[in-house]
């Protein structure tokens, strides 16, 4: 089958080179020794100037993680992480305290530019705004004249957070007029200590899981996001991560609340350089929406996947969770996921408030010798919910691409419905893709569906596409495309495009 | 146009011989006809004519303009100007009909060096041919191919050869699946690209297809070689007496 072999090739030529936003910033850091210890986490937290009871509920969470035991039930294969050879803390030294949009290092300012993210409040994301046409609102201006509605819709907040602090936050002030606080979770316990005590952990326990624990005594910075009661956010929230320090282990913690009646679409992005050792990523998110609230949480995750040998890459073990708390609340995942070595990554809903939905809707791109283990949890605890999950696993090289899905219904939870659908895709021969769903209904009301497909882009397609004129790679893009649809429409249309360019380079070589 | 020289090919896996030696000439606007029984290697000429891989060519050559094709892959050769209207033709799921238009036709034109065609222009273009051929604007709209009934599929078919404006047409069983009303569409459709410049291969079991197309020559395909050429005439006398003649005269 040389058409086969062809691809094979082709996937296999690429997940090293493709890999463009491998370079390192030079810059001169800021690095906590090597080690997880009260030290450690004694100086992260005096380095963010964190009142006491931050201190105190990290070393709980640090003394729960040392009798705790890394998970092992993934379908994932790698070696033990010594977590005393990683750094917890790196920062540029020129980033001692917050600062405005212009102090902030240029060199750093650059890193984004390049990543396609920059940091200047008058340009929208990369992408976005046609070159003809003129931007029609001014940068920062007090005028008190609001943008329209439609110019609204088209920009972007961005917290771009650096190893281990937020190097800059846009669109802080006219946020704040909304009423909205968007700012470096460093900040916001300082600042809104009361909110964030309110909240904190109260989605994802203390002593959740390894990784989460381990999250809570370690992490450094993320974002804080907080929507006033029937308040619209005005624009698109947007969280860029960027581990560029060797030997760090970016340990971010996000916390978005959605007050009753109000809705927020935040986009979360990462990428890190290209490096031989493997680096780890440890994140925890939580969301909390209360009554008629709704969040709209996606991410494009772009993390270093290794080279095709699986040298390098990733670890990316991190826990998301959505408490629908409030009734008629609504928590929608939408995630690409086509970086990263190693992906253990199931963002949930607790869907607790009656009539609350939850939605999950994924792409997971593997290739080279990516191992992916990631899918949801639909909890029904109210009455009357409903949550749909839609994934798309598409696997190529050597990879595998597993997809874990749990639903369940509690005793009340009369009438939770759901839809899953999860479809395979492989490219090759020497991938996998697996389906794990666990469904559980304790309610005799509830009807939960599944539906599993697995397919391989056929030669025959692939023939059919090359026949009308379209070279081979674009074919495979173009099919793959076809496949991720579903998903791809559920994105903010800015990143819709991205995505799809994104998914493509992943697969086929064809640098954008 | 077209030559194919004594013509050697084999599935790939299997080594197993299926042209034995083809010779044939198509000149620019000729239509020419291959007719012959089942297994007799007519799908096969088509798919390597068109540079599907599965297919070795051992010995020979295929002279396209005067040049060989078969160092190209099959996006060269379309957009070199070979047109394939596949007997079944492919689902292609969550892509767009109107999106695959585009997509190829801008491929092709980018391969020639071409300026891809503007959103209004595209849209002109199809919304001319579709009509000529029955075909709803919203058909487009829908997945290519997936959940077409027979007759949407063929005029789907020749609706992206009107698109592409191809040199040579070779189509595979064009018939097949198709009701009479369906068939008249098709034919009028391949008819109205019928000219001075274009040359068609026209694959087929039936004399019914060639009383809508009319070719020019018809060729007898039997185990991988061509035993009878003729005219149009050639194809009524297989009707009313069957292969096995020929095939007999030919041994």
Redesign the interface.
Known sequence: ???VQ?TIDTVARIDVDQYKYGFETLIEMDVAPKGLNEDTIRLISAKKNEPDWMLEWRLQAFERWKTMESPDWARLDYPAIDFQDIHYYAAPKSMSGPKSLDEVDPEILRTYEKLGIPLKEQEILAGVRRADEPSEFGSDDDSGVPPSEGSYGRRVAVDAVFDSVSVATTFKKELQKAGVIFMPISEAIREYPDLVRQYLGTVVPVSDNFFATMNSAVFTDGSFVYIPPGVRCPMELSTYFRINERNTGQFERTLIIADKGSYVSYLEGCTAPQRDENQLHAAVVELVALDDAEIKYSTVQNWYPGDKDGKGGIYNFVTKRGDCRGANSRISWTQVETGSAITWKYPSCILRGDGSRGEFYSIAVSNGRQQVDSGTKMIHLGKNTSSRIISKGISAGRSNNTYRGQVTANRRAANARNFTQCDSLLIGEECGAHTVPYIEARNATAQFEHEATTSKI????L??????????E??VA??V??????VIQQLPMEFAVEAQKLIGVSLEGSVG | MLEIKNLHARV??TGTEILRGIDLKVEAGEVAAIMGPNGSGKSTLSYIL?????YEVTEGDILFNGESILEM???E???SGV??A?QY???????ATM??LK???N??RK?RGEAELTTPDFMRRVKTSAADLKIDMDMLKR?LNVGFSGGEKKRAEIL?MAL?QPTLCVMDETDSGLDIDALKIVSDGVNALRGPERAFLVITHYQRLLDHIVPDTVHVLYKGRIIRSGDKSLALTLENEGYAQIIGEAA
């Open positions: 089958m040389p058409a062809e056929s030669e025959d397609q023939f059919y596409c090359m026949q009308r004129g379209i070279p081979e674009e074919a173009l099919i495309n076809g496949f991720v649809k579903d | 790939a896996e068109a540079g599907r891989e599965d892959d099959p996006a050769r379309a957009a047109f394939l596949f033709p492919l689902e292609i799921p969550g892509v999106t695959f997509t190829a036709v491929a092709q391969a997945p992206q592409l």
